[in-house]
């Protein structure tokens, strides 16, 4: 017994032991989200990519050649529709290969790759970079992860609509990893090169997805390929033509889904929205600020407190530099609020639920990230400054009490702030157990059971009885908007209205 009490006495398995039970708390606030998953059902948009998808639908068609007659149907959306070809392209594909009737994949998509990037891009940055353990790595980011998860500004729209959390989530998570990728690109030593060609091409294959996704993520993107483009060819002086190269790709693509013809469409429709470019880009800067001010809970002011001794001990293992706090802090902020451009300049709004949810994703980098970066300038300009509990090998179970004391209150606030309701695992618990989101999926099956009578060709339809929050995003309408009318097209209807 006195062996076991001095080991975990020692500083790693205390933090492992945090790393562990951190992991723990990740699973069980997952559980009732994938749970809750096979009750998902299509909405909106889905329709619409249903239909311009018939092509895919062809019986005996190969997956690939599903996939190959997708890039075709992609190109219609560029010329009429939307620019970005391959969100366009891995929506209708998933719609085709796996069907409305597996559309509980749905999160297998969107969730899971965000996860795993997030993870991904930690393991670059701070185990690769910095030289930090396995737990530390863990005890930094999977906190960030469950926040991101756990309080999304809309869960549906992050992670169970199709169209929306494809065009947002999934991009999102292709944008980390392609950041975690350039950044292990340049650290990395010599035995990487016997890698790198295949980095370089996955990474130009991301450029070319990124490219033709949404502008939110895409502007962000334009930013951080310049930036590594420069400092490759001014600082590092590493891969150099490979970087220039890349950004040269991504701007190429990014301009092909600007300059569509379907995104000329849509901004004609909205120019009365529209603001001028300068105007746009300092409402940008207000609106990304109000939006910083206005999340920074109790429980992200709570987690930004607990990582100092965790940043402080991974600084250490390095003699790096960290200069010009301040100005990274203004760099940082800009490509942060670059973000809020796009649908400032097209639209003069915040953006959508779907679009919010990114810039919650990043506002905790960006806050964390700031707050490693200064840390590492006060060690570096005051190398005798003590952290508590930051250089002491602390006693069992002090660390682990005091991070499962920081993980209990972080919950509890959560809990608090949105009375239990929209925090996503207690939310989609509560549904699945009283059988909510049973009943919805039920009344959904009903629906299409109407749908596919061909002894119907005008549908009513009953509104659903209830609304599950993790998976209710929109519903068919009392007249006929074009939700109704694209489902309509795609089942061989006539009318499809709601009833009053």
Request: charged share 15%; glycine share 4%.
């Given at each position: 017994?006195?062996?076991?009490?001095?080991?975990?006495?020692?500083?790693?398995?205390?933090?492992r032991?945090?790393a562990?039970?951190?992991l723990?708390?990740l699973?069980?606030?997952l559980?009732?989200?994938?749970?809750?998953?096979k009750?998902?059902?299509?909405a909106?948009?889905?329709?619409t990519?249903?239909?311009?998808?018939?092509?895919?639908?062809?019986e005996?068609?190969?997956?690939?050649?599903?996939?190959?007659?997708?890039?075709?149907?992609?190109y219609?959306?560029?010329?009429?529709?939307?620019g970005?070809?391959?969100?366009?392209?891995?929506i209708?594909?998933?719609?085709?290969?796996f069907?409305?009737?597996?559309?509980?994949?749905?999160?297998v998509f969107?969730?899971?790759p965000?996860l795993?990037?997030?993870l991904?891009?930690?393991?670059?940055?701070?185990?690769?970079?910095?030289?930090?353990?396995?737990?530390?790595?863990?005890?930094?980011?999977?906190?960030?992860?469950?926040?991101?998860?756990?309080?999304?500004?809309?869960l549906?729209?992050?992670?169970?609509?199709?169209?929306?959390?494809?065009?947002?989530?999934t991009?999102?998570?292709?944008?980390?990893?392609?950041?975690?990728?350039?950044v292990?690109?340049?650290?990395?030593?010599?035995?990487?090169?016997?890698?790198?060609?295949f980095?370089?091409v996955?990474?130009?294959?991301?450029s070319?997805c990124?490219?033709?996704?949404?502008?939110?993520?895409?502007?962000?993107?334009?930013l951080v390929f310049f930036?590594?483009?420069?400092?490759?060819l001014?600082?590092?002086?590493?891969?150099?033509?490979?970087?220039?190269i890349?950004?040269l790709?991504?701007?190429?693509?990014?301009?092909?889904?600007?300059l569509s013809?379907?995104?000329?469409?849509?901004?004609?429709?909205?120019?009365?929205?529209?603001?001028?470019a300068?105007?746009?880009?300092?409402?940008?800067l207000?609106?990304?600020?109000?939006?910083?001010?206005a999340?920074s809970f109790?429980?992200v002011?709570?987690?930004?407190?607990?990582?100092?001794?965790?940043?402080?001990?991974?600084?250490?293992?390095?003699?790096?530099?960290?200069?010009?706090?301040?100005?990274?802090?203004?760099?940082s902020?800009?490509?942060?609020?670059?973000?809020?451009?796009?649908n400032?300049?097209?639209l003069g709004?915040v953006?959508?639920?779907?679009?919010?949810?990114?810039?919650?994703?990043?506002?905790?980098?960006?806050?964390?990230?700031?707050?490693?970066?200064?840390?590492?300038?006060?060690?570096?300009?005051?190398p005798?400054?003590?952290?508590?509990?930051?250089?002491k090998i602390c006693?069992?179970?002090?660390?682990?009490?005091?991070?499962?004391?920081?993980?209990?209150c972080?919950?509890?606030?959560?809990?608090?702030h949105?009375?239990?309701?929209?925090?996503?695992?207690?939310?989609a618990y509560?549904?699945?157990?009283?059988?909510?989101?049973?009943?919805y999926y039920n009344?959904?099956?009903?629906r299409?059971?109407?749908?596919?009578d061909?002894?119907?060709?005008?549908?009513?339809?009953?509104?659903?009885s209830?609304?599950?929050?993790a998976?209710?995003?929109?519903?068919f309408?009392?007249?006929h908007?074009?939700?109704?009318?694209?489902?309509?097209?795609?089942y061989g209807?006539n009318t499809?209205?709601?009833q009053?």
């Open positions: 017994m006195i062996k076991i009490v001095k080991r975990l006495m020692q500083q790693k398995n205390q933090e032991l945090v562990l039970g951190l723990a708390l699973f069980i606030l559980i009732p989200l994938l749970i809750i998953s009750y998902n059902s299509l909106v948009d889905d329709y990519y249903l239909n311009i998808a018939q092509n895919g639908l062809r005996g068609q190969s997956v690939f050649g599903v996939l190959f007659t997708q890039m075709k149907n992609s219609e959306c560029w010329s009429t529709w939307q970005q070809y391959f969100v366009n392209w891995l209708m594909s998933f719609l085709v290969v069907g409305p009737e597996k559309y509980y994949l749905v999160i969107t969730l899971i965000l795993l990037a997030e991904y891009l930690a393991y670059v940055v701070l185990v690769k970079g910095f030289g930090a353990t396995g737990s530390q790595m863990l005890i930094v980011i999977v906190p960030i992860m469950i926040m991101h998860f756990s309080v999304p500004i809309s549906v729209e992050a992670y169970y609509w199709l169209s929306g959390a494809v065009t947002y989530t991009t999102y998570a292709i944008s980390l990893v392609s950041i975690a990728l350039m292990d690109l340049m650290i990395s030593a010599d035995a990487w090169k016997k890698r790198a060609i980095v370089e996955v990474l130009l294959l991301f070319v990124l490219g033709g996704s949404n502008f939110v993520p895409g502007l962000f993107m334009l930036l590594f483009a420069a400092y490759s001014f600082v590092k002086h590493r891969h150099r033509i490979f970087y220039v890349n950004l790709v991504f701007v190429a693509c990014f301009l092909v889904t600007a013809p379907g995104a000329t469409n849509r901004r004609t429709e909205n120019a009365d929205a529209a603001v001028p300068v105007k746009a880009i300092f409402l940008s207000y609106e990304a600020s109000k939006f910083v001010k999340w109790p429980f002011i709570l987690l930004l407190l607990a990582m100092i001794p965790v940043f402080w001990k991974i600084i250490k293992k390095k003699n790096m530099r960290f200069p010009l706090p301040l100005l990274v802090l203004i760099i902020f800009g490509m942060y609020a670059a973000q809020f451009t796009p400032q300049f097209a709004i953006g959508a639920y779907r679009v919010q949810n990114i810039y919650r994703y990043q506002m905790l980098f960006l806050l964390l990230g700031n707050e490693f970066y200064i840390l590492g300038y006060l060690h570096r300009r005051f005798n400054l003590k952290i508590p509990f930051a250089d006693k069992f179970p002090f660390v682990t009490v005091i991070y499962g004391f920081l993980a209990t972080a919950v509890f606030l959560c809990m608090c949105y009375a239990g309701s929209t925090l996503s695992s207690l939310s509560r549904d699945v157990r009283n059988g909510f989101a049973q009943q009344e959904y099956l009903e299409v059971k109407m749908f596919e061909d002894t119907i060709q005008d549908v009513v339809l009953k509104p659903f209830y609304r599950p929050y998976l209710y995003f929109y519903d309408q009392y007249s908007t074009w939700t109704n009318e694209d489902a309509a097209e795609y209807k499809i209205i709601l009053r």
